[in-house]
């Protein structure tokens, strides 16, 4: 059946925002027609979204994988020392809930009263974070106790400890219990800022598979109602006005692979309202080849400016990671043999996802444990002025916001090829609210040409404090564990050999066991080698003593390796447009009529979370604010999700398994 060219609302991007915006209002009026148009490919049955074990795979930049577009900073950062970071972000429909790693957790209630908008208070938007959800309650060994008060349970999304947590998730707990982290239930609870708990994961424990917010949200409405128009592999290059009237959109095909390198735009129509959910970083440039952005820019690439607002593509913000990799003992259960390629592992893996993905090792994404924590007041004095500074006017008085989280996963996070044989963590931590800020602009309207990007890394000296911290405190827990083997010292800081901080390798027995055969391990190779000591259960640790000249080390290490935590946003805030804003409270875009942006580009303010949750709770108020204004009411509970168990008496058009 070909696509109409006139439709009711049109949605543009297919992320987790814009999953929940088309979905629910196709879902809440089976007349209503709506379109979603995505740059990507479809997700739908492809083995490689839904079996979570695999996510890493959708990191490669290697020109085949299609799933994630990389963005990468125009200009080297003096902040980077020269470097130019890579930003992924997703390019399927899903978007980042298709490639993400499935973490789950969810910003603290402050954040939301931080945005300032009449409607978007954690309380006004509580029952939304409770519609999108549901948890899993597990029978039998992965019971994961929850606050019944503020999670959802009969929602489209599925979230659940997977399939197997590994026993180092409990190691991790009790080392972290050990430096003052205690262990709770429920940290995403929208308060707890200084906790460790079992991680919980967007997996739907019964099936195995992932739980993406197309799947949930549209597959689910497509499948029973014919009223949701699906066009993939179509990029949006503008908004088409009438006025300052949004009446459509203009796509060209994701790939200008014809016409000579003409583009070919094909128009199509809205006779409600246009809906712009491309993410981040691609929100604000379809908005500027629209003509809505700073007068300024739109003159010099000789655009018509339909508004002017030049916070389009300011403020852009993310959390920053920092990896430590540490080795452990050959006994541990990593995911490494499977990354690695070992054909006979993944065999074994990839046939007991098949068999039983109710307990597979798959069913996971092995980050099984995490923190969220805040310096202590001996703690802060250590962390400088800046960073001192900007506690005392972000943190002090928000008891709720953690400044780092941290997670251990279960492997190397890294490029097996670099690293040698043997079983890994990574102590994965990340800046929740950094200091510092980016921009994104178009650099032509030509929507085949790359922006202008500045991911702002570390402009702001406060951010280096509280990482540098982390690094410590992960160390500190990675000693502490009993699979503790050593650090592989490629992954850490450059200290002066001769400081006591200095990183120290795997220890010559556990070397020994693991390459019983080979003649050169404990070679005498000079600096080359830096074994640690074997492992001891009853040593005491006392913490290590780091010198300014090794604060010196983290920091450009810092330089050298931070990276996004792949979660973008704040590029169209919504604020008073005298204050850089772009949307309104009710997500309209000022200066424009129907047109609203619905995805985490509206954020004023950074959000201390794993992003997912954010984005479909973005999606849930905008779907809820065009229906009101459409007259439409939400209907609860959603459309059957395929892949997930039948309720009972409800028919779904697609088996478990
Ligand atoms: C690699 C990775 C790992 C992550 N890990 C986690 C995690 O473990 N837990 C967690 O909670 N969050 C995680 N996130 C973050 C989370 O997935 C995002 O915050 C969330 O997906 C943002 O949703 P969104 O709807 O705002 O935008 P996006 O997910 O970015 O979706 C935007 C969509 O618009 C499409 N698009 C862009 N431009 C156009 C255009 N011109 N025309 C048409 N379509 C367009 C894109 O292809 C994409 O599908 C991760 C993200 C990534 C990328």
């Not at 703690?379 to 928000?398: I, R, S, V």
Request: proline share 6%; aromatic share 8%; net charge neutral.
């Amino acid at each position: 059946m070909g696509h109409p060219d006139e439709v009711d609302v049109i949605v543009c991007g297919g992320g987790p925002a814009g999953c929940v915006v088309a979905g629910r209002l196709a879902y809440a009026d089976p007349s209503l027609k709506v379109m979603l148009i995505e740059g990507g490919a479809n997700n739908r049955d492809d083995p490689w979204v839904y079996r979570p074990g695999i996510f890493v795979k959708n990191m490669q930049r290697d020109g085949i994988n299609d799933k994630a577009k990389f963005y990468v900073d125009t200009m080297q950062s003096s902040h980077l020392r020269g470097r130019q970071s890579i930003v992924p972000c997703a390019n399927i429909l899903g978007g980042g809930s298709s490639i993400n790693f499935q973490m789950y957790t969810r910003a603290s209630a402050s954040d939301w009263d931080d945005f300032k908008s009449p409607g978007w208070t954690a309380k006004d938007l509580l029952p939304l974070m409770k519609r999108a959800r549901f948890f899993l309650m597990m029978r039998g060994r992965f019971f994961k106790p929850t606050n019944n008060d503020s999670h959802g349970y009969d929602g489209p999304i599925a979230i659940s400890n997977g399939g197997t947590i590994t026993a180092l998730a409990q190691d991790f707990l009790r080392a972290s219990d050990a430096v003052g982290i205690p262990f709770s239930d429920d940290i995403q609870d929208l308060d707890t800022s200084h906790a460790s708990e079992i991680w919980a994961k967007y997996i739907n424990r019964h099936t195995g598979r992932r739980s993406d917010a197309a799947t949930a949200y549209v597959h689910s409405v497509m499948d029973v109602q014919s009223n949701l128009y699906l066009r993939t592999n179509a990029r949006v290059s503008r908004v088409i006005f009438e006025g300052n009237k949004a009446v459509g959109v203009a796509y060209v095909p994701a790939k200008n692979r014809a016409n000579g390198g003409q583009f070919k735009e094909t128009i199509v129509r809205a006779r409600k309202c246009v809906v712009l959910s491309s993410g981040t970083l691609g929100t604000p440039q379809i908005l500027e080849r629209s003509g809505v952005g700073s007068k300024g820019l739109m003159e010099k690439l000789g655009l018509n400016c339909v508004s002017d607002l030049p916070g389009v593509g300011e403020q852009y913000q993310d959390h920053y990671t920092t990896l430590s990799i540490y080795r452990v003992s050959n006994e541990s259960t990593t995911l490494d043999d499977f990354l690695r390629g070992d054909k006979e592992v993944q065999k074994e893996l990839f046939q007991e996802w098949e068999v039983s993905p109710e307990k597979a090792r798959l069913s996971s994404n092995a980050i099984d444990a995490g923190f969220k924590i805040r310096p202590t007041e001996a703690e802060l004095k250590e962390m400088g002025p800046e960073f001192n500074a900007l506690w005392d006017k972000y943190f002090k008085d928000k008891p709720d916001k953690p400044v780092m989280f941290g997670s251990i996963v279960s492997g190397a996070y890294a490029d097996h090829a670099l690293l040698p044989p043997g079983k890994y963590i990574t102590m994965f931590q990340y800046l929740e609210y950094p200091a510092s800020r980016g921009k994104i602009h178009i650099s032509s309207p030509d929507p085949y040409k790359e922006p202008t990007f500045d991911s702002g890394f570390m402009n702001d000296k406060a951010d280096f404090a509280p990482i540098r911290w982390s690094y410590k405190k992960t160390r500190e827990i990675a000693r502490r564990m009993d699979a503790f083997r050593g650090e592989l010292t490629s992954h850490h800081p450059h200290f002066h050999p001769a400081s006591p901080a200095a990183a120290r390798d795997i220890d010559i027995r556990t070397a020994k066991e693991l390459l019983p055969n080979a003649f050169t391990v404990g070679i005498h190779m000079g600096t080359w080698h830096r074994p640690g000591e074997p492992y001891n259960p009853d040593l005491v640790h006392d913490e290590i003593k780091y010198t300014e000249e090794d604060d010196k080390a983290i920091d450009d290490w810092i330089s050298d390796h931070v990276e996004t935590t792949w979660h973008s946003l704040g590029t169209c805030a919504m604020k008073p447009r005298e204050q850089g804003g772009v949307v309104d409270e009710r997500l309209n875009v000022f200066g424009t009529e129907n047109l609203k942006c619905v995805d985490l580009s509206i954020c004023p303010d950074n959000l201390g979370t794993n992003t997912y949750s954010s984005a479909l709770l973005v999606g849930e108020k905008g779907a809820s604010l065009i229906a009101e204004e459409l007259g439409l009411k939400i209907k609860v509970p959603h459309a059957p999700v395929p892949h997930a168990p039948i309720p009972k008496g409800v028919p779904a058009t697609q088996q478990v398994r």
